[in-house]
């Protein structure tokens, strides 16, 4: 039986668009730990989140990260979906989001781990879950006034994760 599991993550940027945001899974946690990625987190259908992608972006993230003002965000908008189907036919689709964080942030602290600043052109991919390592390269590197949402597809070439996209 095919299962659906549907997440989110912001890529939140300085305001000089040289470092992002990310989230370190703690080394406790069950999926990922000690892995970067977006924060945010799994969409839940059952409580009506499938009619509003965006609240559960803000739902999950302020959990994870109720320091930053995430109202704040002048420029939080989608700028791709990926799609990764696994041997266990489970497919995993991922909205990621991008926004400049304009406030200053003293508090890194997470309930799922640590933030941390992470330089744009130095990206640690190998210290990523599979999914940031391709999807995050890809959204950093998209121009900021480019307002189309891409969709992608993970796949697995040479022991490495790639994504296939239109652009």
């Given at each position: 039986m095919n299962k659906l599991d549907i997440r989110t993550a912001v890529l939140l940027r300085n305001r000089g668009r040289t470092h992002t945001l990310l989230l370190r899974r703690s080394l406790s946690k069950k999926l990922l730990p000690g892995l970067l990625t977006g924060v945010g987190?799994?969409?839940?259908?059952?409580?009506?989140?499938?009619?509003?992608?965006?609240?559960s972006l803000l739902r999950e993230a302020g959990e994870e990260a109720p320091?930053?003002?995430?109202?704040?965000?002048?420029?939080?908008?989608p700028r791709l979906i990926t799609h990764d189907t696994r041997s266990d036919n489970t497919t995993y689709v991922?909205?990621?989001?991008?926004?400049?964080?304009?406030?200053?942030?003293?508090?890194?602290?997470?309930?799922e781990g640590k933030l941390e600043w992470c330089e744009d052109s130095n990206l640690p991919l190998s210290d990523m879950t599979l999914a940031a390592s391709a999807?995050?390269?890809?959204?950093?590197?998209?121009?900021?006034?480019?307002i189309r949402l891409y969709d992608g597809i993970l796949f697995k070439q040479q022991g490495a994760t790639k994504l296939l996209t239109p652009r």
């Open positions: 987190g799994k969409v839940e259908p059952l409580e009506g989140e499938l009619d509003n992608i965006l609240a320091q930053i003002n995430w109202a704040s965000i002048p420029d939080l908008r991922i909205y990621w989001y991008t926004g400049t964080l304009t406030d200053e942030l003293t508090d890194f602290s997470s309930s999807a995050i390269p890809f959204v950093l590197n998209l121009p900021a006034d480019d």
